[in-house]
């Protein structure tokens, strides 16, 4: 049972424009969402997070936008650079009991920037 | 300066053999995980020690036993492999296991069982 998903596999956006890659949840209890950036053959990395009492967090050209009503989160990268391709990974979590700490990862929306 | 390092890169073993993979963070972190993304991309987490104590367990067949001699390194050592264990495994680490405590991943370890 997939508690994050994320339902288009890849992305494409000429580089300059907005890319926005979508991210949906089904856990109600999930209280802090994070997006990752992966590029091959290296580990995720923390882009930007945003907690469930706040409905944007901004952090340069990246935008997090969350829906708690939806159970939709969205990134935003204005503009979109060549560098910017990479896998996104929506992930989420929630600080209750056995799952302290536990983060529930999407699969992942394959951006590709091109010039 | 590797944050978070994991060793080797590349594993390529037969069926059955057992074979370890080591971590090690240098960011003084207190929480370590390990997590496996399978061939459908999922990154799922199996275990998670906070101190060398094993706070997550997630349900792993128990070929699978991870060791945390600090708290700066979390191995993985799994027995009689199965080509089922093909994957990437993640390790990762984090300064608590707080909201705003992101993970710090490492390269991963691509493990192929033959």
């Known amino acids: 049972d997939q508690q994050v998903k994320q339902n288009s596999p890849s992305l494409s956006v000429q580089e300059g424009r907005i890319s926005i890659l979508n991210c949906d949840y089904t856990n109600s209890m999930f209280d802090y969402f994070l997006w990752y950036k992966k590029y091959p053959a290296e580990g995720p990395t923390f882009l930007i997070s945003?907690?469930?009492?706040?409905d944007k967090n901004e952090d340069g050209r990246f935008t997090v936008f969350l829906n708690k009503s939806a159970k939709h989160l969205s990134l935003h990268i204005v503009p979109s650079q060549p560098g910017d391709s990479a896998v996104y990974f929506c992930a989420a979590k929630h600080g209750r009991g056995s799952t302290l700490g536990r983060l529930y990862f999407g699969r992942g929306t394959q951006l590709t920037v091109w010039p | 300066d590797t944050a978070v390092s994991q060793t080797p890169k590349y594993l390529v073993t037969q069926m059955g053999n057992d074979k370890s993979i080591k971590c090690e963070q240098n960011l003084g972190h207190d929480t370590m995980y390990w997590y496996k993304q399978d061939s459908k991309k999922f990154l799922k987490i199996m275990f998670s020690y906070n101190n060398k104590e094993l706070i997550i367990n997630e349900t792993v067949p128990n070929r699978f036993s991870p060791k945390s001699p600090d708290k700066a390194h979390l191995n993985l050592h799994i027995n009689s492999l199965e080509l089922g264990d093909s994957a990437v495994y993640f390790c990762a680490s984090s300064s608590g296991t707080g909201r705003n405590s992101p993970l710090h991943f490492g390269n991963g370890t691509r493990l192929t069982v033959t």
């Open positions: 945003i907690s469930s009492i706040k």
